[in-house]
T-cell receptor, first 113, second 111 residues
Framework: SQTIHQWPATLVQPVGSPLSLECTVE??????LYWYRQAAGRGLQLLFY??????ISSEVPQNLSASRPQDRQFILSSKKLLLSDSGFYLC????????????FGSGTRLTVV | RKEVEQDPGPFNVPEGATVAFNCTYS??????FFWYRQDCRKEPKLLMS???SGNEDGRFTAQLNRASQYISLLIRDSKLSDSATYLC????????????FGIGTKLQVIP
């Protein structure tokens, strides 16, 4: 069966510090991968998605970046965090096909102080 | 215009009530639709897919209206445990890899 791992669960970082969040998927090949952010009391904002190694689509211009160095690994990064980067970051994977739903990791709660 | 729009609520309903949520989508070529449930401070989890002919899963019924471009979720005999935020998804054509969610509708079932 397929599983998705996301870590860490919580993170407190100072303003201006770098960020690296990692997400890995097991039990499938060539998944579609997604990073979302959910600010407190807000909806899910799609940040990046990837259909293959090295292929990243950015949805919102900001100081975040994403990379997919391996088929089942998706990394979210920032060189310098802003207070506004605080939120609940969720990684998700999805197979191919129009009838396929997404499965989420358990999320990382980031607080920038 | 947002790709998917939902009334954020909250919907406060008594236990045992029937409640319905709608979700409108902007891309008329959208091909597949889903409802997710998100509990407080947790990740969203798939509740059910939405099929063209409508589908039911226990107390939950999902329907699609392509002419008016909306999907609906009906919850009958609400339980306290149904309290959560319900998110809808509409996958567009020609780029169905891009998955965007509605803001979610918050449901609070009251004893």
């Amino acid at each position: 069966s397929q599983t998705i791992h996301q870590w860490p669960a919580t993170l407190v970082q100072p303003v201006g510090s770098p960020l690296s969040l990692e997400c890995t998927v097991e039990g499938t090949s060539n998944p579609n991968l997604y990073w979302y952010r959910q600010a407190a009391g807000r909806g899910l904002q799609l940040l990046f998605y990837s259909v293959g190694i090295g292929q990243i689509s950015s949805e919102v211009p900001q100081n975040l970046s994403a990379s997919r160095p391996q088929d089942r690994q998706f990394i979210l990064s920032s060189k310098k965090l802003l207070l506004s980067d605080s939120g609940f970051y969720l990684c998700a994977w999805r197979g191919w096909g129009t009838e396929v739903s997404s499965t989420f990791g358990s999320g990382t709660r980031l607080t920038v102080v | 215009r947002k790709e998917v729009e939902q009334d954020p609520g909250p919907f406060n309903v008594p236990e045992g009530a029937t409640v319905a949520f709608n979700c409108t989508y902007s891309n008329s070529a959208s091909q597949s639709f889903f409802w997710y449930r998100q509990d407080c401070r947790k990740e969203p989890k798939l509740l059910m897919s939405v099929y063209s002919s409508g589908n039911e899963d226990g107390r939950f019924t999902a329907q699609l209206n392509r002419a008016s471009q909306y999907i609906s979720l009906l919850i009958r005999d609400s339980k306290l445990s149904d309290s959560a935020t319900y998110l809808c998804v509409a996958l567009g054509s020609g780029g169905y890899q891009k998955v965007t969610f509605g803001i979610g509708t918050k449901l609070q079932v009251i004893p």
